[in-house]
Each structure stands twice: as C-alpha cells, then as structure tokens.
C-alpha cells in the first residue's frame, strides 16, 4: 500500500492530536509482551519501526546517565501506535528492553545475530525507520540527524521528509543535512527496501540530553517522525 494517502492522511489529521494528548497525559503507551511483534500483514508489507539496540547493547550513554537503548524505546512505541491510528500495518523489532538475537547464542554472537535478524525483517518490510541516538566527545553538537540507505533512491526520500518535519516542527535551529549511510552501518548498507537511521540528538549534548529524557519530548520527536512519514511520496 502506498504510504501517502488521502484517506489515511484526513483521519490522521483528525485523530492524531487526541493521541498525542491521551499518550502525553498517560505518560504510557501499550506494550506487547512478545520479544518482538513482526509479522508480514495479511494484506501486504508492514512499515517497520525499530528501536535501537536492546538488553545488553545499551548503546550510547548520555552525559546525564541516561541510556540509548531506553530512549529509542520510548520514541518508537508511541510512533507505531500513531502510525496504527493512521491505519498503517506496523511492525516492531522489540516492545522490551530485550536484544533480538537467536536464542542460545554466545555472547560473541549476540551482536552480529541482533543485528541479522533486525536486518531481516527490513528487508521484508515496506520500509523501515531506525530509532537512534548520537554521541561525540565534544559537548556542543547538537541536532538530529537522518541517514539513509545511499543505494535506495526511495531511502533519501523518506530520510528529507523525516527530517525536515524534526527541523519544523522540534528543532528550527537544526541546520543538520540528511546523509548517506557508509558501509559501516549494516543496517543501511545491506537494505533491500527503503531504510533510514533517526539519529534524535546527541546523548553528549547536556541540554539536549536533558530533553531528550522527557516523555513529553519522546512523543513530540515520535509525532515529528510521524509526519515525515505521512508525507514521504516513494
């Protein structure tokens, strides 16, 4: 199904500010207690959202204490439950603060078969939107930033509209471009279908950080996300 339409589009209009009210006042969205929910639809591919990292991949640490593999979660959840409003299929690589490896591997393995398994429910989905935080060891970056799988024309698409929403709607003073994903990041280089890497803000940033451990922030940047999505025209 194509992910910009008029239909979804007119009840997303109408809908989604009680959402994000509701989830903003409840301070919680649902949660599954499966390890992971993906699933191909019946009637089609789903749009995958996936939080970074997981049990003991904690990712990056914030300068405040604060650990990636939290915040992601805590962006994706209510992402994919807005994107479900819009009537979106919607699949999830973890809804827990759980690793999505194989079963019974070696610590060695843990790493390399999260990051296969992750790779390949992408590439079984419509698209995909990693969720990400940044670090750098001098204080004053700030900003988020999108990267985009650089063999995929449909990814840089998706990635400008992602993160042109965050600059309007969250971050005005972001003047952060869009970037191609390097070899280095799996996820991205290995993509068969559309896939961008949200990187929300710098973890090493401390006024940053702060915001970015602020339920009420974890939701604009989930409705931010959101909007970019709803406008990305593959």
């Not at 199904?1 to 009680?18: D, E, F, N, R």
């Not at 992408?122 to 004053?140: G, I």
């Not at 995929?152 to 998706?158: E, N, P, T, V």
Request: charged fraction near 15%; charge should be positive.
């Amino acid at each position: 199904m194509p992910i910009k339409q008029s239909a979804a589009y007119t009840v997303c209009c109408l809908l989604l500010g009680a959402v994000v009210l509701f989830t903003v006042l409840a301070g919680q969205v649902s949660r599954r207690t499966a390890r992971h929910t993906w699933q191909p639809a019946a009637n089609g591919p789903a749009l995958l959202i996936d939080a970074g990292h997981g049990g003991a991949d904690g990712g990056a640490v914030g300068v405040n204490g604060a650990v990636e593999k939290d915040i992601n979660l805590a962006v994706a959840l209510p992402l994919a439950d807005l994107l479900r409003v819009c009537g979106y299929p919607v699949a999830t690589t973890r809804t827990q603060d759980v690793s999505v490896h194989t079963e019974g591997s070696t610590l060695r393995r843990q790493k390399v078969s999260d990051l296969q398994h992750r790779l390949a429910m992408a590439n079984e989905a419509l698209l995909t939107v990693s969720l990400h935080q940044n670090q750098f060891p001098v204080a004053r970056y700030s900003g988020a930033q999108v990267f985009y799988a650089p063999h995929i024309a449909d990814s840089r698409r998706l990635a400008e509209t992602i993160q042109a929403q965050i600059v309007s709607l969250l971050q005005p003073q972001n003047t952060r471009r869009c970037k191609p994903g390097g070899e280095g990041i799996y996820l991205l280089a290995q993509a068969a279908r559309p896939t961008v890497i949200v990187e929300c803000g710098f973890l090493s940033n401390p006024e940053e950080c702060e915001k970015l451990c602020r339920p009420a922030y974890q939701k604009q940047m989930a409705f931010a996300v959101l909007t970019g999505i709803l406008q990305y025209d593959p």
